[in-house]
């Protein structure tokens, strides 16, 4: 199985400061049509997950656009250019590249 | 308004059997995979498996810890995925969400499965 690992797990932030989230996988998630389909999460405190960002930098819609998601291969970043109060929850990378599909352990942003 | 709500969930024995719904509605459901993905209480997200559509012949994925034990199934009729999850351990307790597709992009709002004696 891919193994997906996010790094920090804990990311304690100022308000209105940047905060950025890696995630690298075991393996390539360049897929054999091109596309690389690494999507990340925002899972806030006692809701459902909702994708933010698919196929490494595409926005979902409503998404604001402090959000941006980059990367290749098997390097990936999101980042929030402002942090504001509703971003604090539990952000997870996940692969679905290669079956099974997998997410990273999660890291928990709380406000400083 | 796209929607998908679970049912079905509840306190189980280990062993016993218990059969998930989702229904759907503002979605074009036949033309859509259908996964489930669950959560232990405190813990991160596991991608269980999923169903294709009818055109790509309903065939499913599982992932290893449940394969043999779970099933999904989907009646395009109805708009509904099930979740047929047999000889329940006490490590399959979770909330589990389906979710439209293979790529996470709409969930449901998860029913929650507490497998124990």
């Known amino acids: 199985d891919v193994v997906m690992t996010q790094s920090p797990l804990s990311l304690p932030v100022t308000l209105g400061q940047p905060a950025s989230i890696s995630c690298r996988s075991s393996?390539?998630?360049?897929?054999?049509?091109?596309?690389?389909?690494l999507n990340w999460f925002q899972q806030r405190p006692g809701q459902s997950p909702r994708r933010l960002i698919y196929?490494?930098?595409n926005r979902d819609s409503g998404v604001p656009d402090r959000f941006s998601g980059s990367g290749s291969g098997t390097d990936f970043t999101l980042k929030i250019s402002r942090v504001e109060a509703e971003d604090i929850g539990v952000y997870y990378c996940m692969q679905a590249t290669h079956w099974p599909y997998t997410f990273g352990q999660g890291t928990k942003l709380e406000i400083k | 308004e796209v929607q998908l709500v679970e049912s079905g969930g509840g306190l189980v024995q280990p062993g016993r059997s218990l059969r998930l719904s989702c229904t759907t509605s503002?979605?074009?459901?036949?033309?859509?995979?259908m996964s489930w993905v669950r959560q232990a209480p405190g813990k991160g997200l596991e991608w269980v498996g999923f169903?294709?559509?009818?055109?790509?012949?309903?065939?499913?994925e599982y992932v290893a810890s449940v394969k043999g034990r779970f099933t999904f199934s989907r009646d395009d009729s109805k708009s509904i995925a099930y979740l047929q999850m047999n000889s329940l351990k006490t490590e399959d307790t979770a909330v589990y969400y389906c979710?439209?597709?293979?790529?996470?992009?709409?969930w449901g709002q998860g029913t929650m499965v507490t497998v124990s004696s």
């Open positions: 169903i294709r559509s009818k055109d790509y012949g309903e065939t499913t």
């Open positions: 979710i439209r597709g293979g790529g996470g992009a709409i």
């Open positions: 393996q390539s998630l360049v897929y054999s049509d091109g596309n690389t389909y």
């Open positions: 503002g979605i074009t459901f036949a033309d859509h995979a």
């Open positions: 196929k490494v930098s």
